[in-house]
Nanobody
């Protein structure tokens, strides 16, 4: 059974940075495609970034500011978020595509 545990959210000022982490259990992490989604109050959950075994993809509204990466030795995927804006405020979720598995979510709040 695979589990996802997120960490790294918090409160940050406009223009600041945060790094989110998502640790996965299991022995096949290196083969997984992982996503970061976010959901702001009153809005639908949206895809922020994806990392496969060989590529990364970003939503237009975070491109150039956010970086998704992975450390297969640690079974962990990261989301480095720079130049944060108040509109980035949301609960951020990691998602494992192969199992359609979600983490518990971590709150990111950007103050103006």
């Amino acid at each position: 059974q695979v589990n996802l545990v997120e960490s790294g959210g918090g409160l940050v000022q406009y223009g600041g940075s945060l790094r989110l982490s998502c640790a996965a259990s299991g022995s096949s992490f290196r083969l997984y495609t992982m996503d970061w989604y976010r959901q702001a109050p009153g809005k639908q959950r949206e895809l922020v970034a994806t990392i496969t075994t060989i590529s990364t993809h970003y939503a237009d509204n975070v491109k150039g500011r956010f970086t998704i990466s992975r450390d297969n030795a640690k079974n962990t995927v990261y989301l480095q978020m720079n130049s944060l804006k108040p509109e980035d405020t949301a609960v951020y979720y990691c998602h494992l595509q192969q199992y359609d598995l979600w983490g518990q979510g971590t709150q990111v709040t950007v103050s103006s």
